[in-house]
């Protein structure tokens, strides 16, 4: 008999609660409190470096489209949270991320990274990043080495894709999909339609 001892989509995700700085101050953040909406886990190793700037500012920058798909963002490293209240502090051209349009959760007792399995052999989170859905299930993951930031836009194609075929039980969507295009129905008969339109 197989045995699972990891996450993976169409699990619940692990509940948590930790301290997240956002607006400049410190606040208490579960993850139950946002059931009921779309919410963007964004794991990264630390603050302060290289890569993991680039990304929290490029989520930030395109926090009101995210908003607008009913969705949120957490961004959690094993920094503490007065080290995220720093890097905060420190506007982008002084090498901070200046003012963020969503909380930054520090996870120092590394808890909440390995109960998502991306806490790595040096006790860093790795790239993780997860999209769960208004029910707390895990619909997506995607994990990068250290080296390789993600992309927001394919995050944003990936959170619409979810929410259309949530919406749409019968169809799926193809490579690629893009609002607008057309989808495929799940039944046999029917997705050749699909497939004799490509």
Same mark, same amino acid.
């Given at each position: ?64 489209? *995210?908003?607008? @798909?009913? +969705?949120?963002?957490?961004?959690? #490293?094993?920094?503490? %949270?007065? =080290?995220?209240?720093? !890097? ?67 995050? *944003?194609?990936? @959170?619409? +894709?979810?929410?259309?075929?949530? #919406?749409?039980?019968? %169809?799926? =969507?193809?490579?690629? !999909? ?21």
């Amino acid at each position: 008999m197989l045995t699972k001892n990891f996450l993976q989509v169409g699990d619940k995700a692990p509940n948590f609660s930790a301290t997240a700085v956002y607006e400049q101050e410190f606040k208490q953040i579960r993850l139950s409190d946002y059931l009921g909406k779309y919410l963007i886990l964004l794991f990264y190793p630390l603050d302060f470096t290289f890569v993991c700037p680039t990304e929290i500012m490029a989520f930030s920058d395109m926090y009101d489209q *995210i908003k607008s @798909l009913d +969705a949120e963002i957490l961004g959690i #490293s094993v920094d503490s %949270e007065y =080290c995220h209240l720093a !890097w905060m502090q420190l506007d982008r051209e002084s090498g901070g991320v200046g003012d963020l349009r969503y909380p930054l959760v520090s996870d120092l007792r590394k808890e909440i990274s390995l109960s998502f399995n991306v806490l790595n052999d040096e006790g860093k989170s790795l790239r993780g990043l997860f999209i769960i859905d208004r029910e707390g299930i895990i619909q997506h993951y995607l994990v990068n080495s250290l080296d390789v930031g993600r992309s927001v836009d394919e995050t *944003i194609r990936t @959170l619409r +894709a979810i929410q259309y075929v949530q #919406s749409h039980p019968d %169809e799926v =969507c193809p490579a690629n !999909w893009q609002p607008g295009q057309s989808a495929i129905n799940s039944s046999l008969n029917h997705s050749k339609e699909y497939f004799q339109s490509i």
